[in-house]
């Protein structure tokens, strides 16, 4: 059977994790890679079929010390070089009193790193993403679960992967379609 | 002894504490989602939500008026004058900073300890360290006198040549509170992606669909999204732990680097963080349990729920109560004539009923939480937080006006009082975070969905596919 407009994907629906996750890995020991399981919560079972490298505690710990340095070098430049106050006879650079705000800016652009670094590593905002072609997909979200091998992984083969899939008895496989 | 003696000298009477669920029965993905998200999408909203809200419209009415006014005339129509400086601006500053430290700490210290308790809670108890951030911001704000040219705190070029003094700890809590704020907005703002997900997927109209189809930014709950949320969840989390501790700190700093005896005292610190967490989860009950009540949410905020925030509130109040404890003992101990003649003008000077009001309310009444049933009977647990608030705001007022009124020249010396503007602005800020929240629950899923349904028994394939 050959759909008329360009597959995205064969999807299969489950309304439970357990042969969602069996489901997963058979595909997976296949030699499939371009596949994703799509859960209302995370299904920490299928953590270990992820390959992909955690980049993002790296970001983090990069926006850590953008901020510390940042802090400190703000600090510096005001209180030495633009506008120095003598306090009391104390030090121009008097970096205890200055430690707060290091810390401050140190957690905040981590922060700020952490959230806009997952957003970009999840490729989103994304207004519009294949998936949703497919009306059933709103469930998703809710109570059940789903698992796309999508046609551009090299060793896809519509036929294969419907029998494949069907061994788990998901509730329907579907074609979704690309656009 | 043999294992096997062991084993059956181990073998106690279940502790009633455990055996409460955090989840009531029967319940499976789908009611999780309907339960939560028809609050939102499709039920009628119930009568006291509108009653509340309109009482916060009322208050912020009157909260308008005051700040208008001190616009307009400047903060001469609050009691404040010299000596007592700091009236009701900065207690309220105090009192709402440390309501928002309880919302962090369930929502970032207890997912650090693994407590899945706390998953049906933490949305909402998030939501109320924002609004009240949000509350505690406009204080210092409104207290500058010329709060128009707030931005003369932060350090930008300017045509004036001047710039922030950073050995300055009110320069600290600009920097601490602006970056508490964000880092809770961002920590409940990602939490909630998934949900508005949910939300959007559920939605029955066009506008409602994209309304929360842009706000939760394409959200698809792949697996791979799961990975990285989770991994942003557990980091912001580790950044917003030791935030919290320093943004209570740096409070305290404000008081406790100037040389006014009953300010200039190391154990501010610790007291101050112990005190804003009791506070915070006394506010948490006081929205808990009405919430409970009123969207029927028996079966997701249960009583462990009341019976651990409770349990939380009661040693953070042993923290509070040691300090009370200690602060007269080092003023005596140190032997300086200031610091005891402060120590002995707070518990029977002009302001002793407050000290005798914080005593009753911190100290003696939370003392009641010992017993188990007062941790898990919603009416009195809800009172005994009405009387740990009320004696919160009051202690911050104690050590303000307490430790200013007596300054070191007795010609000087003089009493604070409040006026109508002094109250009226603090309930007005009360109304601004009672509208807001109210808003929140109508708009926003005040439960974590997603979190909730890790904790049925069937979310995990290991734990066995019944339904």
Redesign the interface.
Known sequence: MTPAVPLYGLVAEFD???P???AARSVHDKGYRNV????????????E??E?K?W??LI?LIGGILGFLTAWS??YY??VI??P?N?GG?PLN?WP??I??M???T??F???F??F???T??G??????Q??NLRR???????HFFLCVEARDPIFNASAVTELLAEFEPLQIYHVEDD | MTVAEKQRHSVRAPDPDVALPVIGPSQ???TV?TQISSVILSRKTPWPWWGTFAFGLLLVGGFTVAVTWVFGKGVGIWGIEIPVAWGFAITNFVWWIGIGHAGTLISAFLLLLNQSWRSSINRFAEAMTIFAVMCAGMFPLLHLGRPWVFYWLL?YPNTM???????S?L??DV??VS?YF??SL??W??GMI?DL??L???AKNRFVYGLY??LC????????????????SI??AG??T??VL?VHT?VS?DFTIAILPGWHSTIFPPYFVAGAIFSGFAMVLVLAIPIRAVYGLHNLLTERHLNNCAKLMLATGLIVAYTYAIEPFTAWYGGNQFEMYMVHNRAVGPYAWAFWTVIACNVVIPQLLWFYKMRTRPKPLFWISIAILYGMWLERYMIIITALHRDFVPSSWSNFIATGWDNITLYGSIGVFILLFMLFIRFLPMIS???V??LLP?????GG?E?
């Open positions: 439970d994790p357990g969602l996750v069996d994703e399981a799509y859960t209302p919560y995370q299904v920490r079972e299928l953590d079929l992820l992909e955690p993002l505690p983090v703000m600090e005001i209180a633009d506008y106050t306090i104390r008097s009193s200055f707060v705000i810390f401050e800016l957690i905040l981590a922060s700020i952490a959230f670094g997952m957003l590593l999840c989103l905002p994304l207004p519009h993403h998936m949703f997909f709103a469930r998703a979200s809710s109570d | 499976t993905f789908g989602t350090p040549t001047i710039q922030p003094q950073f050995r700890p320069v600290w920097f601490a970056t964000t880092v961002l920590f703002y990602l998934p997900a949910t959007r997927d559920r189809g842009v930014w394409g959200w698809r709950g792949s697996h791979r999204h799961w990975k990285l949320h989770e991994t942003a980091l912001l950044l917003a030791p935030l320093s740096v700093f969905m997603y979190e349904k890790t069937f979310s995990s394939p290991g596919s339904k």
